[in-house]
């Protein structure tokens, strides 16, 4: 799986078969032309159908921002550009962590290109301001595949009240809150991960 959040990219694997062909994997990523695969990011007060159109996709982030594993090459004008400032992150499923550590002396949230000074990014969805951890938060830092299911509770959250469980950074709860911004209205967002409560904490 490869999320993309502006010019961060994180790359999730799954399965340790991906791990000895890693190299191999962070090398195509560089080759993909952009063009070619991603949307034309456009302003922010461009609207279809009265919702924002900018960062729909949630590549684009408000603010812009080695490992052995990955290649020393020049840059080929890929998706992945070293001399563009872009980064890319390492995310390992739990159940092959301790087989990338010990024999790939690989980890989880390990950048693979770039600065890894700050893992934390704001974006844009459907002009909705979320903040992603690509290092440290649960998936690539954000659910980006559940949007389509966030903006149909959005369509059946008016005059409702809404618990949202398993909420995580309460993207769900923040769609919800949208459809329906009255005071008799209240969205409960529960968590039983810690990370997952210290990011929804006020």
């Keep these: ?7 961060t990219l994180v790359l999730k694997l799954y399965t340790a078969a991906w791990l000895p062909r890693l190299k191999q994997v962070v090398d195509l990523i560089g080759n993909v032309p952009p063009a070619s695969t991603l949307p034309v990011l456009r302003s922010s007060s461009a ?10 996709d949630g590549s684009c982030r408000q603010e812009r921002p080695v490992s ?10 890929g998706l992945c550009q070293r001399n563009a400032g ?3 992150v390492l995310r390992l499923s739990r159940n092959i962590e301790e087989t990338a550590r010990t024999k790939f002396n690989l980890s989880d949230g390990q950048w693979l290109i770039g600065n890894s000074h700050d893992s934390s990014l704001t974006f844009l969805e459907s002009g909705l301001c979320f903040e992603a951890d690509v290092a440290r938060g649960q998936k690539t830092g954000f659910f980006l595949d559940q949007r389509e299911n966030r903006r149909t509770v959005e369509s059946l959250a008016q005059d409702r009240d809404v618990l949202n469980a398993f909420s995580f950074t309460g993207g769900f709860s923040v769609y919800a809150a949208r459809a329906a911004p009255v005071p008799s209205r209240t969205w409960t967002s529960a968590d039983t991960r810690w990370p997952a409560r210290s990011v929804t904490s006020p």
Excluded: N, V, W
Excluded at 49 to 54: D, E, F, K, L, N
Excluded at 68 to 77: N, Y
């Design 68 to 77: 052995a594993t990955a290649p020393d090459r020049k840059s080929t004008g």
């Design 86 to 88: 872009s980064r890319l």
């Design 1 to 7: 799986m490869l999320d993309r959040y502006d010019t």
């Design 47 to 56: 609207t279809e159908g009265g919702r924002s159109t900018a960062m729909e």
